[in-house]
């Protein structure tokens, strides 16, 4: 049961990503074939390579990049302590993430995302790989059982066996009357604030109110009270 789980140790996780580059034109052309040929069965007729890579490149970790990265843990006082790790060197950001693994406070951490085991985990892996550094031992799945993956899902936690059913972060908050993240902005908008609005902080905040809901929303789930956001 997840009211067995030591709150103290889960880390809670959102991240924000981007397509790696502005504008298709910027992209070299063994990228844009390769691009081209991944997303040829995803994408209409009537849609081009050029327009798909604007709409969806930057949910796909070979094709985008990390800008945000906010993390959540309980903090002395009983509320969550927020940091972000966020700008526009991506291997800064990943490298100052794993770091923090190397705190004896997150020998046993447990991390926690909304959709975490099919997008923030996987995506934060594969970027770290690309740019030459080892992911922590949380994100290492390779030869790990099932139960053995120190991983909770808001989304896997709600489906209870129904693997057809997706539910947003944002329709979870609304069901359990815990306060929206989408009170400003959401994800569909986080590629033009960054490239067109460059209002990087925005974006920060959005993040870190996306941890806030999440470890709220696990909370509510443990039929416990929302907790608040230490300054």
């Known amino acids: 049961m997840i009211q067995n789980i030591p709150f103290e ?10 397509p790696q580059v502005a504008h298709w034109e910027d992209l070299d052309q063994t990228t844009q074939k390769l691009w081209d040929k991944k997303t040829k069965s995803q994408r209409s007729d009537q849609t081009e390579a050029s327009e798909f890579y604007q709409e969806r490149a930057g949910i796909m970790a070979e094709f985008g990049k990390i800008i945000c990265i906010s993390i959540g843990m309980l903090s002395k006082l009983g509320r969550l302590k927020i940091y972000s790790f966020y700008g526009h060197d991506e291997k800064k950001i990943l490298t100052e993430f794993g770091e923090i693994f190397n705190k004896p406070r997150l020998k046993q951490v447990i991390l926690c995302a909304h959709n975490g085991k099919e997008f923030d985990f996987p995506y934060i892996a594969r970027r770290m790989l690309i740019h030459q550094i080892q992911p922590p031992i949380p994100l290492q799945m390779f ?5 053995e993956v120190p991983h909770l899902d808001t989304m896997e936690l709600w489906k209870f066996g129904d693997w057809k059913s997706y539910v947003s972060l944002e329709l979870l ?16 908008m986080v590629a033009s604030i960054y490239y067109i609005e460059k209002d990087l902080e925005r974006i920060r905040i959005y993040c870190e109110k996306d941890v806030l809901t999440l470890c709220n929303v696990f909370r509510r789930m443990r039929q416990e009270d929302s907790l608040e956001k230490e300054d």
């Open 173 to 188: 908050a609304h069901l359990f009357e815990v306060p929206t993240p989408k009170d400003d902005i959401d994800g569909s």
């Open 9 to 18: 140790n889960i880390l809670f996780l959102d991240i924000e990503t981007v």
């Open 143 to 147: 030869g790990k059982k099932p139960w």
